[in-house]
């Protein structure tokens, strides 16, 4: 079906980014469709994914999306990619995917509406098979080695995905703990940084660039420090506990909005520091 090749094209394509990256998607989604690309050669990444008897076209779609973007230095697109695979891996290690997991997994980022739906199918495949997280676990890893505070934030969103179908103080299930361990090791984070992550509380870091800073409030790079600050506060207001106290949210939904602010608050925070303010 030609849908395996416009989903890998699209892959493709985002993570190369620009004319090049549309080019190659073309030409991987034409060899997806003619199943040229269920023959890797021999002795290269793709022998990691072994079929089992069924092609894996997808599995191996989004790994090639993001080793590619890891190969051109593309950090946020691999970050990109690699929180949803490893979101949706992690929640469904421990059995059926719960629909708590995908609000809170929703809940904790900010996707474009343009973007979501393409999202909700890469969260949707990703979790068919989970015996591949240490991959992209390995490459963010690599990738981070020497930024290492987005990783810790996003191992402190898959302990509040972890936990949150859980009863309070309840412990993790063995299979989750072991895929945050891995995790955490493949991010080359410290003992101080897992402790910080089990108890919501990351360093804090709103993104791995200061470009996204500016995303993450809704404000050009160009804008005066006073429209940033004016924009930073609105928002702040917006998401205010108290406000959304009173929006009888379930737990998932408060946590998402806890962790939304914070980010509000990391992105202000980074501001302020490039703009020596």
Not at 61 to 84: H, N, P, S, T, V
Not at 111 to 124: A, C, K, T
Not at 202 to 211: I, L
Not at 243 to 266: F, G, K, M
Request: charged residues 25%; aromatic residues 8%; contains cysteine.
């Amino acid at each position: 079906m030609a849908i395996w090749g416009k989903m890998f094209g699209g892959v493709a394509g985002f993570a190369m980014g620009g004319p090049l990256g549309a080019a190659l998607g073309l030409v991987l989604g034409d060899m997806t469709d003619r199943k040229t690309i269920l023959k890797p050669i021999n002795g290269t990444w793709a022998d990691n994914f072994p079929t089992r008897g069924t092609p894996d076209p997808t599995g191996a779609a989004f790994f090639g999306a993001a080793k590619m973007a890891a190969l051109l230095g593309r950090r946020e697109q691999l970050y990109a990619i690699g929180l949803i695979m490893l979101c949706a891996k992690l929640a469904r290690i421990d059995g059926p995917v719960k629909q708590v997991e995908i609000d809170a997994f929703k809940g904790c980022f900010q996707f474009p509406p343009e973007s979501q739906r393409e999202v909700g199918l890469m969260f949707d495949n990703a979790r068919n098979r989970t015996d591949d997280y240490m991959r992209y676990a390995t490459e963010l890893g690599a990738a981070y080695r020497d930024d290492p505070e987005p990783l810790e934030t996003l191992l402190a969103v898959m302990f509040r995905i972890a936990r949150v179908d859980l009863p309070p103080n309840a412990p993790l299930h063995p299979a989750e703990e072991s895929f945050l361990r891995y995790c955490q090791q493949a991010f080359h984070l410290n003992e101080a940084a897992w402790r910080r992550c089990a108890q919501g509380q990351p360093r804090a870091q709103a993104t791995g660039s200061a470009a996204e800073c500016y995303e993450i409030l809704g404000v050009a790079r160009s804008a005066s420090t006073e429209d940033i600050r004016l924009r930073w506060r609105a928002l702040v207001r917006q998401h205010h506990p108290d406000v959304l106290a009173r929006q009888n949210l379930t737990p998932a939904q408060a946590e998402a909005a806890r962790l939304r602010i914070a980010r509000i608050n990391a992105a202000w925070d980074r501001i302020k520091r490039d703009r020596s303010l």
